[in-house]
């Protein structure tokens, strides 16, 4: 089982950390994490080459990256929750899943093979906003890479209990893990 985990925290030790290492501890198999902050892939600048061309113009580890997706069981989209959305390293790498759509509508081509994926959201924050615009966009996300969503947990009370010490958030990875490991 091979597991691709999108870290979008600057933070190395926070609380999305926290709950990305319980996963981990709980799942075993092979696991690849691309910590976006730390990253050296650039965000889609929309200057249409794919169109005209079967590669993008910018040349990066996002390549590997599509490679990773591909090669992916199960792919986690974990991130803080920045004014009730995911944070804009994720979202710049994110960005650059539009090569994937500008193949299949423009050159009928999947760089994807068609294998099941399981998508898994977790997200950490305080403050009294929602987590409902990062759930959508997270989701939205995992489908473009083929990924069906079959778990969310979100920790959402990070100013008064750290995500390791919420017991329901910590119960609830637990719980995906084993359903990840049934599949």
């Not at 989209?77 to 423009?106: C, D, E, H, W």
């Not at 987590?131 to 008064?160: P, Q, R, W, Y």
């Not at 990875?173 to 359903?179: F, G, N, P, V, Y």
Request: include cysteine; charge should be neutral.
């Amino acid at each position: 089982m091979k597991t691709l985990i999108f870290n979008g925290s600057p933070r190395k030790n926070g609380d999305t950390v926290a709950m990305i290492n319980s996963l981990k501890r709980e799942l075993g198999g092979e696991i690849n994490q691309i910590d976006t902050f730390y990253s050296d892939i650039k965000p889609c600048m929309d200057c249409r080459y794919c169109i005209s061309h079967e590669n993008c113009s910018i040349n990066d580890d996002m390549i590997n990256v599509f490679k990773l997706i591909d090669e992916a069981d199960n792919i986690v989209v974990a991130s803080p929750i920045y004014f009730s959305m995911l944070t804009g390293s994720l979202l710049n790498i994110f960005s650059r899943l539009q090569y994937i759509y500008i193949l299949k509508r423009f050159h009928h081509q999947n760089i994807l093979s068609n294998k099941k994926r399981n998508g898994i959201i977790f997200l950490a924050g305080g403050g009294d906003g929602s987590a409902d615009k990062a759930i959508e966009t997270a989701a939205c996300c995992l489908k473009i890479m083929g990924a069906n969503v079959i778990g969310t947990v979100c920790s959402h009370n990070t100013d008064n209990i750290p995500a390791a010490e919420d017991e329901n958030a910590m119960s609830q990875i637990k719980l995906i893990a084993e359903k990840l490991k049934n599949y």
